[in-house]
T-cell receptor
Framework: GAGVSQSPSNKVTEKGKDVELRCDPI?????LYWYRQSLGQGLEFLIY????????KSGLPSDRFSAERTGGSVSTLTIQRTQQEDSAVYLC????????????FGQGTRLTVV | GENVEQHPSTLSVQEGDSAVIKCTYS??????FPWYKQELGKGPQLIID?????GEKKDQRIAVTLNKTAKHFSLHITETQPEDSAVYFC???????????FGSGTRLLVRP
């Protein structure tokens, strides 16, 4: 596609429910990143994929968070048993070979846990 | 781990004036320093970046300077325009980790 696509753009969920956030990176980009942005805050690194493997998942805040990437393309970030503190904008980015080249961000998914 | 601090948190300038945003980083192995602009409701967009082998880079009204000894880098915007109003983020990374560590952001307001 023309850019990084994330879906849904907005998600409201009840506390305790599971959610899945999807990221479609730019075609051909081997690296994919997930970041979290809380209201008025900076970007917090969550996980990095190179192809289908995740050499760095050090930013995942708890074992309720997991992510996978299939076919070296689409990635899904899953949050189980959501909590109110999970409310944030979840941003996905992709780049051709890693951060030696420009990382392109999607529009983000705004998650609200009520 | 790497820490990136960014100042100021908010900056208001008159149209036509210059704006400067400063960042410091903690990991001396960091070698890539991008700047992102984020408009309301959108994802961050890269506006300029610099690598550790150069001290300054310019692109029209935007410039970035890097002082490796002091571990700080700055974004300079000259002849500011209202459309420059946005949140700007600095970031740092190193080849061995591939993750961008972001500063907390600067909200720039350019008054017409």
């Amino acid at each position: 596609g023309a850019g990084v696509s994330q879906s849904p753009s907005n998600k409201v969920t009840e506390k305790g429910k599971d959610v899945e956030l999807r990221c479609d990176p730019i075609s051909g980009h081997t690296a994919l990143y997930w970041y979290r942005q809380s209201l008025g805050q900076g970007l917090e690194f969550l996980i990095y994929f190179q192809g289908n493997s995740a050499p760095d998942k050090s930013g995942l805040p708890s074992d309720r968070f997991s992510a996978e990437r299939t076919g070296g393309s689409v990635s899904t970030l899953t949050i189980q048993r959501t909590q109110q503190e999970d409310s944030a904008v979840y941003l996905c980015a992709s780049s051709f070979q890693g951060l030696s080249t420009e990382a392109f961000f999607g529009q983000g998914t705004r998650l609200t846990v009520v | 781990g790497e820490n990136v601090e960014q100042h100021p948190s908010t900056l208001s300038v008159q149209e036509g004036d210059s704006a400067v945003i400063k960042c410091t980083y903690s990991d001396s192995a960091s070698n890539y320093f991008p700047w992102y602009k984020q408009e309301l409701g959108k994802g961050p967009q890269l506006i300029i970046d610099i690598r550790s082998n150069v001290g300054e880079k310019k692109d029209q009204r935007i410039a970035v300077t890097l002082n490796k000894t002091a571990k700080h880098f700055s974004l300079h915007i000259t002849e500011t325009q209202p459309e420059d109003s946005a949140v700007y983020f600095c970031a740092a990374s190193k080849d061995s980790s591939y993750k961008l560590i972001f500063g907390s952001g600067t909200r720039l307001l350019v008054r017409p």
